[in-house]
């Protein structure tokens, strides 16, 4: 064998390892691209209808949200009117209904004062200082050291 002729074993070898290297790269590439198909299709098969599903609950939950938005509505407009209305009776009835319990206290003062006869001696308050009552001429006293 001549130098020409192992040169050229030598090259065919190298040639054949690397298409073997390059064979076994494609073939593992192969496998990859499969297994990544394989995903991409299972991850598009649940995603679809989760995706549909969470369209749903986004559809419910505008309604929802619809809904409680008119009920807010309506009872601020309650709210609104409750309001009136007891600003309504507070004014056609608290001033008469003062007016009332005045004259009924003022009557009833003057009844107890025209109950006592005329020379009967009055009968004396008592001052309560915490928890303790005084009568009436240590209460006198009392002011007259202030």
Same mark, same amino acid.
Request: proline share 2%.
């Given at each position: 064998m001549s130098g020409g002729e192992v040169a050229g074993i030598l090259v065919a070898v190298f040639w054949a390892i690397l298409v073997s290297f390059l064979a076994v790269a494609l073939v593992r590439l192969a496998q990859t691209l499969r297994a990544t198909t394989k995903? @991409?299709?299972? *991850?598009?098969? +649940?995603? @679809?209808p989760l995706l549909a599903d969470a369209s749903d609950? *986004?559809?419910?939950? +505008?309604? +929802?949200?619809?809904? *409680?938005d008119a009920i807010a509505?309506?009872?601020q407009e309650v709210t609104s009117?409750?309001?009136?209305?007891?600003?309504? @009776?507070?004014?056609?009835? !608290? !001033?008469?209904l003062v007016k009332v319990a005045a004259f009924g206290y003022g009557v009833r003062r003057a009844l107890s004062r025209s109950d006592a006869a005329p020379g009967a001696p009055r +009968?004396?308050?008592?001052?309560?200082i915490v928890g303790r009552t005084l009568p009436a001429e240590g209460r006198a006293s009392r002011t007259k050291r202030k």
């Open positions: 995903l @991409v299709a299972d *991850v598009t098969e +649940q995603a @679809v609950a *986004v559809r419910s939950a +505008q309604t +929802q949200i619809d809904r *409680v509505s309506d009872v009117n409750a309001s009136a209305l007891s600003t309504t @009776v507070a004014s056609t009835f !608290g !001033g008469p +009968q004396s308050r008592r001052t309560v």
